[in-house]
């Protein structure tokens, strides 16, 4: 009787949902990435409504012809939606935060949370890689209040990439790369704004048109 009440037990346990809590250390690095991000999203807000009403802004983001916020925020790139793309930081950056203090708090959540949530920071890794894209290539000129962003966004993906892989929350066939990009994630995360920055460089000039 105790071995078949222990087998059923077993069997429930095998059978009930995976669930998955992230590690206080992964969680303190979203609320702080998440905070980061909204913060600077809302100063582009700031930044776009002065614009729109001719108002100095609070903080100033002009830093010489070729790095400033102005010619990006009134682009058609700069609002996509016909809203200014602050708006999406504003409201998306409260989701790592919120993953974070969820999971600090104790709470374990099914792997399609997890999936979703993941699905986001994707979104948002490939929407900043697409806005440097048109930044230097199209417009020639670079947003620094965008670029803090895209700072924060690119480590926010690796990292919550190679998390959610070496967890399993992806599959178990996942686990073992997602253990090499979470170890590599600061080495990968570097190459990425290596990539950016030559981009920059190459196109724009962007270390002498501080200066200019």
């Not at 077993?10 to 702080?32: E, H, K, L």
């Not at 399609?112 to 000129?141: D, M, P, Q």
């Not at 209040?145 to 190679?162: E, H, K, Q, S, Y």
């Not at 929350?169 to 995360?189: F, N, P, Q």
Request: proline content about 3%; glycine content about 8%; hydrophobic content about 55%.
């Amino acid at each position: 009787m105790v071995t078949s009440e222990t087998e059923q037990l077993n069997d429930s346990q095998a059978s009930s949902p995976r669930v998955f809590r992230a590690s206080t250390g992964i969680a303190w690095y979203w609320i702080v990435s998440g905070l980061l991000g909204w913060m600077v999203s809302f100063l582009l807000f700031l930044e776009y409504i002065g614009q729109l009403k001719n108002e100095d802004p609070i903080v100033n983001c002009t830093f010489s012809v070729v790095v400033s916020c102005v010619p990006n925020l009134l682009s058609p790139g700069g609002n996509l939606l016909g809203f200014t793309n602050s708006i999406f930081g504003i409201t998306l950056f409260t989701g790592p935060v919120f993953a974070a203090v969820s999971s600090l708090a104790g709470g374990r959540m099914r792997a399609w949370y997890w999936r979703v949530y993941l699905g986001f920071i994707t979104a948002a890794f490939l929407f900043v890689h697409f806005l440097a894209y048109r930044s230097i290539f199209e417009y020639g000129v670079l947003c620094p209040w965008c670029m803090v962003v895209w700072l924060v966004t690119i480590p926010l993906f690796w990292a919550t990439l190679g998390w959610a892989s070496a967890q399993g929350v992806l599959g178990d066939r996942l686990r073992h790369a997602g253990e090499i990009i979470s170890s590599w994630a600061w080495v990968i995360t570097i190459a990425n704004y290596l990539v950016i920055a030559v981009a920059a460089q190459l196109t724009l000039e962007a270390v002498q048109s501080l200066f200019l």
